[in-house]
C-alpha cells in the first residue's frame, strides 16, 4: 500500500481504473490507462478483470506520479490529439488545444478545396495549424512562421510525420519571416500569444510548463494581434481572410482592430465552452 492507502499496483485494468481516477482527473486518467496498458477506451469496464502486467503498472504508476506533480499529459506523452492527428509536442511549443480546432475549421470554411490555395500560419509553434490546413486541402500552398527554431524543429518534423509535403517553414517574427517576397495569401491564420501580463492563469496547470512567449505578448495582451492585423492587408490577396484566435473577453477588442484596419464580413467563432474564441474578416481592396 501507498501512503495514502491505495494499492501501490493494482493487478487487473478494473482496479487500475478505480486507482488512476481517484487520483488524477477521470480524461487525463482515461488517456493514461489507455496508452499504459494499450487497450481500447473504456475496456477496463467491460473487461474490468483482465489482468495488467507489471511493466504496464509500472508505466501507469509512473505516469500518474507525474501527473499529480503538474505535469501536462501532452508531455508525459510526448504528443497530443488535435484536429484528428497526432502531434508531437516538446516544452518548446504550446500544447495544442480543442479551442484551436475552431480556428483550422473557420479558416477550412473559407477555404476552397478544388483549387490551389496560399495559406499564411503565424507563430505555428507545434505546427497544429498549418498541418491540419495542408492535410485537409492539398492543394493549398502552405507557410508557416516562427521565431523559435525549437518550435521549427517540433514543426517540420510534425509535418513530415504526418505526410505534409505542402507546408514550407520560414523562421522570424511574424511578417518578417517572409523578408521582401511579395507573395500574397488568401488566408492568413494565426493563435498568437495573447494572455495579459500578470493574468492569474499564466501560473496556474499546463501553462506553468509552456514557453511563456507563446502564451503572453505581455502588456494588455493585444499586442501580437495588433501586428498581425495591422500587416495581413500587405499579405492578403483581394478577397483573402484573415481568422485569429483571441481570449475569451477579447472578441470586441479584435473586431475593432479589423474593423480599423479596413477588414469587411467580420465573422465571430465560439470555442467548444461556448466562448467567442476566433474572429476574422475578408480584405476586399
Ligand atoms: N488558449 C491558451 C490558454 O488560454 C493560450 C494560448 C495563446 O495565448 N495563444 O490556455
Redesign the pocket.
Known amino acids: 500500500m501507498s501512503r495514502d492507502g491505495e494499492p501501490a499496483c493494482p493487478a487487473s485494468l478494473g482496479e487500475a481504473w478505480d486507482w488512476a481516477r481517484r487520483q488524477i482527473d477521470a480524461i487525463d486518467a482515461r488517456v493514461l490507462l489507455r496508452e499504459a496498458s494499450a487497450c481500447s477506451n473504456g475496456r477496463w469496464i467491460s473487461h474490468g478483470e483482465t489482468p495488467i502486467t507489471p511493466g504496464q503498472c509500472a508505466q501507469l504508476t509512473a505516469w500518474v506520479a507525474r501527473r499529480k506533480a503538474g505535469e501536462p499529459v501532452a508531455h508525459i506523452l510526448g504528443w497530443r490529439e488535435f484536429h484528428g492527428h497526432r502531434f508531437a509536442v516538446t516544452r518548446d511549443v ?1 500544447i495544442p ?1 480543442p ?2 480546432e475552431t480556428l483550422v475549421d473557420a479558416g477550412l470554411a473559407v477555404l476552397p478545396a478544388d483549387r490551389p490555395t496560399r495559406v499564411l500560419d503565424l507563430g505555428t509553434g507545434s505546427g497544429c495549424i498549418a498541418i491540419s490546413i495542408a492535410v485537409a486541402r492539398p492543394l493549398a500552398a502552405v507557410v508557416a512562421t516562427d521565431a523559435s527554431d525549437a518550435a521549427l524543429g517540433v514543426a517540420s518534423a510534425n509535418a513530415a510525420a504526418l505526410g505534409a509535403g505542402n507546408v514550407r517553414f520560414l523562421k522570424g517574427d511574424w511578417y518578417a519571416a517572409l523578408g521582401a517576397d511579395p507573395t500574397r495569401f488568401d488566408l492568413i491564420v494565426s ?5 495579459a501580463t500578470g493574468d492569474a ?1 499564466l501560473t496556474d496547470g ?2 506553468r510548463f509552456e514557453p511563456m512567449g ?3 505578448p505581455g502588456g494588455d495582451g493585444l499586442d501580437a494581434l495588433r501586428a498581425i492585423i495591422a500587416g495581413a492587408p500587405a499579405h492578403l490577396t483581394s478577397g483573402g481572410w484573415l481568422m485569429v ?1 483571441h ?1 475569451w473577453d477579447q472578441g470586441g477588442a479584435v473586431r475593432a482592430l479589423l474593423n480599423a484596419a479596413g477588414f469587411e464580413d467580420l465573422v465571430d467563432h465560439h470555442d467548444l465552452g461556448g466562448n467567442h474564441r476566433v474572429s476574422g474578416g475578408r480584405w476586399r481592396r
Open positions: 504550446l488545444r479551442d484551436t493563435n498568437p500569444p495573447y494572455i492563469h499546463d501553462l507563446a502564451l503572453s484566435e481570449g
